[in-house]
Structure formats: C-alpha cells, structure tokens
C-alpha cells in the first residue's frame, strides 16, 4: 500500500465502527504530518460532518490548496466545504478562481452544483449549472446534470427537457434518459408525455419517449410516437431497442 493509505487505514477502520471522533483524531494527525494527503482529508470531510465540526476543515483544506494548487481533488473538497459551510460568496469565488485556470471546462460549475444539490439547495444548484451554461456556451453543457438535479427536486417536466437537450449532444445518454425518466411518478407522466411529444421535439427525444411510455406500459402511445420518426441512420437500432422493450410489456398491445 502507497504511504498516504497506510497513515489512513486504522481511521478508516474506526470511522467504519462509528468511532468518528476517534476516526477524525487519526485523520487530523496524518495531515498535520502531511498536508496534502488527500485520503486523510476526505476522512475529515466525511467525520467532521457527521461530528457537526466542519469549519475545522477549512483551513486544512486552504493550507493544502496553497501547496498543491493544481490539484482538482483538492479543489472539489474546498468546494464542498464552502458549500457544507453555506458560505455562497466564498464559495462563488473559488469556482471563479478554479475556472479561470481551465475556462473551457464544465468541472469546475459541475463541483458548484452538486456540492449545493447534495445539501438540497436546489435553486442555488440550478443557478451554479446555468452559470456554467452560459459562460461555455451550448445548450446541451451540463445538461445530464441539471436533468439530475431536476429529479432530485421532484420537477419532472424540466427533467425531461433537460435530457432532451443531453440528447441533442450525445446519442450515447438515451438509454439512461429513459431508464431515469421511466421512474417518474404518475402524477407527473402527462406533463413528461408533452416535452417527449411536442411537435419540435428532436426525433432522439420522441424515441427516449417512446421506450419511456413502453416502460409505463402504453404500448400503442409509444409507437404512435416513434414511429413517425423512422427513416434515419438510427432508425435500426432505434427499431431493435423499441422492440426488445415491447417484449417484456406483458399486454396484448406490447406483444
């Protein structure tokens, strides 16, 4: 085992037995030793939390930035802390100072918004990704995350949008579009139905709701809904995958 992990093992291993302020006390003496062991800090993120103590971390984490400055692990954690902190202006300014080092990088505004996501700040994370949105441009740029985000605060309809615009960027993201937006709550299925079905809706968008309607077992709505759309490069894989999908809805219509 590298050096760093050894120094750590025996706070894991307490941390994991719910002995955290003991954990914390391990972790807190292999920093002081070496400030910039990141397996040690990440213990003190996760114990001082739980221990309700996370404003020590703070000067840990700043102390380490100093020394490692192009660390992006080390970053993220400062992130986080700012955020656990719920100190925004703070936290604004070292995602500012992060992105200027890499202007043309989506990390820096997707640490932001998962940090304040994670603490169900759900406004405060929908504006951290729009920001990223509009300073690198593109209308699919944090896309998958802002769908995520979304669902975590149970708004659907804007979910599906946004995997929609993931859509529009990468053929790649459809299947996990439609095995996430399948999980939407029945109350929410008429409104998710009407971005899938809008007449502009973008032809990978119609076949994600096509196999996303299969997965609520309306058969019949979802081929009325890709099947206008065939008569592409994709339309095979589209056809295989609407297909396979119908097999395993137990209706006559999915049969």
Sequence with gaps: LPAAAQAIGPGFELERSGRYAEAASTYLTTVRADPVNVPALLGLERTLFVLNRMPELLPLVQRARERSPENAALRSLEIRVYAALNEPDSLEAVVGRWAATNPRSEVPYREWGLALADHRRWDEARRAYLTGRKTLGGEGTLAIEMAELEQRAN?????????????????????????????????????????FSAADAPIRTKRVGAEVLLSWGQANEGWALLEPTLGDSESQAALRRFADLAGSVNTPEGH
Aim: no cysteine; glycine share 2%; aromatic share 4%.
């Design 155 to 195: 708004n659907w309809e804007a979910a599906a949008a946004e995997w929609s615009r993931a859509m529009v960027k990468s053929a790649d993201v459809g299947p996990n579009a439609a095995s996430q937006l399948a999980d939407a709550p029945p109350a929410t299925r008429e409104r998710v139905t009407r971005v």
